[in-house]
T-cell receptor, first 112, second 115 residues
Framework: KAGVTQTPRYLIKTRGQQVTLSCSPI?????VSWYQQTPGQGLQFLFE???????NKGNFPGRFSGRQFSNSRSEMNVSTLELGDSALYLC???????????FGPGTRLTVT | QKEVEQDPGPLSVPEGAIVSLNCTYS??????FMWYRQYSRKGPELLMY????GNKEDGRFTAQVDKSSKYISLFIRDSQPSDSATYLC???????????????FGKGTKLSVKP
């Protein structure tokens, strides 16, 4: 089976812009979670989607949003980018009801 | 106090050494404990997953969970240069209704195994 794929792998944006990141989970996996990884804070949970519904949300501002499509693919959007949003954004997928999460390679976002 | 504490290292050992990596946590609701390995500029890779207390072995890797002490460990036997990476512990209170829940991660320990 192919692993989790994320596009794009690298992105450079300017403060104030918005960005959309995409994640395709492992075939058959219905849960998708998003995490932000920074050197200072480590890996922090953003939100989780299961069958097109947001099941969990982390402690991030409303500028961070996401959605999941019927084929389980997911997107996350960050509006009004700030310098502090520069990070590696990771997507993880899991079979429904299973605790093990499998991560993609991430999208490295740089905000200038 | 952070929910999960992990010594960031760096930890440098000679090839063949036994490596011990540890995390402590404060939330007694955690039931699922995982170890991930992350190479530079890559996503985390799931190494081992343990439910509740006890030991689990997989090849050169052994995971231990002591819920009474809120302490988990990962041991790597016969360490190899290819084991050089950042090791992240992660925990969850569990899944519900098909949801995997969110994982709470330690900040990771950077390990270097010297030939």
């Amino acid at each position: 089976k192919a692993g989790v794929t994320q596009t794009p792998r690298y992105l450079i944006k300017t403060r104030g812009q918005q960005v959309t990141l995409s994640c395709s989970p492992i075939s058959g996996h219905r849960s998708v979670s998003w995490y932000q990884q920074t050197p200072g804070q480590g890996l922090q949970f953003l939100f989780e989607y299961f069958s097109e519904t947001q099941r969990n949300k982390g402690n991030f501002p409303g500028r961070f949003s996401g959605r999941q499509f019927s084929n389980s693919r997911s997107e996350m959007n960050v509006s009004t980018l700030e310098l502090g949003d520069s990070a590696l954004y990771l997507c993880a997928s899991s079979e429904g009801g299973q605790i093990e999460q499998y991560f993609g390679p991430g999208t490295r976002l740089t905000v200038t | 106090q952070k929910e999960v504490e992990q010594d960031p290292g760096p930890l440098s050992v000679p090839e063949g050494a036994i490596v011990s990596l540890n995390c402590t946590y404060s939330n007694s609701a955690f039931q699922y404990f995982m170890w991930y390995r992350q190479y530079s500029r890559k996503g985390p890779e799931l190494l081992m997953y343990t439910y509740s207390s006890g030991n689990k072995e997989d090849g050169r890797f052994t995971a231990q969970v002591d819920k009474s002490s809120k302490y988990i460990s990962l041991f790597i036997r016969d360490s190899q240069p290819s084991d050089s990476a950042t090791y992240l512990c992660a925990m969850s209170a569990g899944n519900y209704g098909g949801s995997q829940g969110n994982l709470i991660f330690g900040k990771g320990t950077k390990l270097s195994v010297k030939p």
